[in-house]
């Protein structure tokens, strides 16, 4: 099976049982601040499961994009990446267990759909615990369908409890499917959690509380479902593999390794697959107008970058090679997310430029580190100072000498030199739940304001690249060729603070996509919405498809004042804003 036959064909089961297609949202989430990339297919619908009305219904699927850094460190063995699409369907207080599992339990067996053999198949419930009883419904549900007792394990919450993914939010008990991909005639008689021979492939949560800021479960007034199945795992089961590498989602890439490095694939899994797989996530989150840099999501292209020339290196590859990777990546993604290809010229020039900016550094740096006995937080920021080695390599390259890195002190030394990379020190690699804090959501309506406003200003053809928004400050990309002036910024800020004076309603409508798209202007393959979306409008001043939540009257924001304008990558500027 080809991965686009199983896209094609997950969305078509689940349409056939009542759900809407949806599209993949971004990778970068907007207006989202407590986390840096999409992890999961639930992550831009945390509103609807929270309960707000979902213009698609109660039921609705996709394949979405995901970046996950949380499982780097695992990065290398055969099934874990920090780019993959999740498969995923949702009931926003429609169905819920019963109904969940069975669909589920079809889509994989019934040889109309995917057909795998229901012995290779092992699942897992909550067992309970304190606050939460045994999901016996799960339990009985998976009998009922033919699985034996001793393929149902009981796990505690470390393993089958889902969320919420920042500190608050939607959680609930899950149930996983696991699937034997050692031998078909070895199945083992029964499953076991420290076998990797049994691979997980899709997750099914029951999203029923609600964690709260004093750390109590609070039942949701509906009953959700969120499931998500790892494309290239499922992919690789289908297809009789044990290695997702071996899928044509990489194996490609595993192919133009060999032709560059000269070395087998075979002999050198390891750093195959962490090249393969970094670049792969690099290529798609520049695309998303993300350059490498010392902070946020600039941050994990960067460690990525440098992580795949170091892997690079170990293989014998010495001279640039990411761009030639990247090549690859959109010849086998091109034709599913056109919108990495119309970027393409912008990828390869900031993978080049990362790769030149490393390579002047890295043997030196490699130098600096081989005469070290221990280090310290000194020694390591002295590495990622001089040259330019993420906190996470120098760690990495510590760990392979059987040293470790004292954390603490390395980010007290960078403290001391004022240029803390918040992600590199704040661990913020964890994924989130949108923070519609007050702030934000008035940030989130000056973005708005700010979009009309440069257009106005700069011309018609500016379109939004990018945002995020924090409770402090709103950061904003767009396309422009060159530094903009203090007097463009000064017409900028003047018409936002004159839209804000004059009080005005912000609107939203939902209307059929078509008919949106009449009125609102937007850049990007608009394929990515929905077939009903929703408009919000501020006068006849702005008008874009956005999922909200917005101000109610421009009169609430205060002032607004740009603090900073800078160029985010080739061709994009960034601004960064803030309300007073
Ligand atoms: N949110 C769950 C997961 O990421 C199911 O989609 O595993």
Redesign the pocket.
């Known amino acids: 099976m080809t991965a686009q036959e199983l896209r094609q064909k997950y969305l078509e089961f689940f349409k056939s049982k009542g759900h809407t297609i949806i599209p993949s949202a971004s990778l970068v989430p907007e207006n989202d601040p407590t986390t840096l990339f999409t992890?999961?297919?639930?992550?831009p619908l945390v509103p609807y499961i929270m309960g707000e009305k979902h213009p698609g219904g109660k039921r609705v699927t996709n394949v979405q994009k995901?970046v996950r850094t949380t499982d780097i460190d695992e990065v290398g063995d055969a099934t874990h990446h920090t780019f993959f699409e999740?498969l995923?369907n949702w009931s926003f207080g429609d169905y819920f267990k019963k109904d969940s599992i069975e669909m589920s339990f079809e889509f994989l067996t019934s040889s109309e759909w995917m057909g795998l053999d229901k012995n290779r198949l092992a699942v897992s419930v909550f067992e309970g615990d304190e606050n939460v009883f045994f999901d016996d419904e799960s339990f009985e549900k998976w009998k009922e369908l033919g699985i034996s007792e001793n393929k149902i394990a009981k796990l505690p919450k470390k393993n089958n409890w889902?969320?919420p993914?920042g500190e608050t939010g939607p959680c609930g008990p899950?149930t996983e499917i696991f699937y034997w991909v050692g031998e078909p005639d070895k199945v083992p008689e029964s499953f076991a959690d420290d076998n990797d021979q049994w691979v997980e492939i899709w997750?099914?949560?029951f999203m029923q509380f609600e964690k709260n800021k004093e750390g109590k479960f609070v039942p949701l007034a509906k009953k959700n479902v969120?499931?998500?199945?790892g494309m290239e795992r499922i992919l690789s089961a289908l297809n009789g593999f044990d290695d997702n590498y071996k899928t044509e989602l990489f194996w490609p890439i595993i192919e133009k390794i060999e032709e560059l490095s000269g070395k087998k694939y075979e002999d050198c899994k390891k750093e195959f697959r962490i090249i393969s797989d970094h670049i792969k996530a690099a290529t798609f989150v520049i695309s998303e107008g993300i350059a490498p840099s010392n902070t946020d999501q600039g941050y994990v292209v960067r460690r990525l970058i440098r992580r795949t020339i170091r892997y690079g290196k170990m293989i014998g590859i010495e001279n640039n090679f990411t761009k030639e990777i990247a090549k690859v990546v959109f010849e086998i993604y091109g034709e599913v997310y056109p919108e990495i290809i119309s970027v393409k010229e912008i990828v390869f020039i900031e993978l080049e430029k990362e790769e030149n900016k490393f390579r002047q550094t890295l043997e030196k740096g490699l130098k600096e580190f081989n005469k070290l006995t221990l280090i310290t937080g000194k020694d390591a920021f002295n590495l990622y100072q001089s040259y330019g080695f993420p906190l996470e390599m120098t760690e990495e390259l510590a760990k392979e000498k059987n040293f470790s890195v004292d954390k603490k002190d390395f980010e007290d030394e960078f403290k001391k030199h004022q240029n803390l990379s918040r992600t590199a020190s704040a661990g913020k690699f964890k994924g989130g739940l949108a923070d519609s804090g007050e702030e934000t959501v008035k940030l989130h309506t000056a973005a708005h304001l700010l979009l009309a406003a440069l257009r106005e200003v700069l011309g018609e053809e500016i379109y939004q690249k990018g945002s995020n928004i924090t409770a402090e400050r709103l950061r904003f990309d767009f396309n422009y060729p060159e530094k903009l002036t203090a007097e463009q910024l000064k017409q900028v800020e003047d018409l936002v603070n004159r839209k804000i004076e004059e009080k005005i309603e912000v609107e939203m409508v939902e209307m059929p996509k078509n008919e949106a798209l009449e009125k609102v202007k937007v850049s990007f393959d608009s394929s990515k919405y929905g077939d009903v979306v929703k408009v919000y409008s501020i006068g006849d001043f702005s008008a874009e498809l956005c999922g909200g939540p917005h101000a109610g009257n421009t009169g609430e924001l205060g002032h607004f004042k740009i603090k900073k304008e800078e160029s985010s990558s080739a061709g994009i500027r960034r601004i960064k804003a803030i309300l007073e």
């Open positions: 992890t999961a297919g639930m992550h995901c999740m995923g889902w969320g993914a899950d997750n099914n949560v969120d499931t998500g199945m």
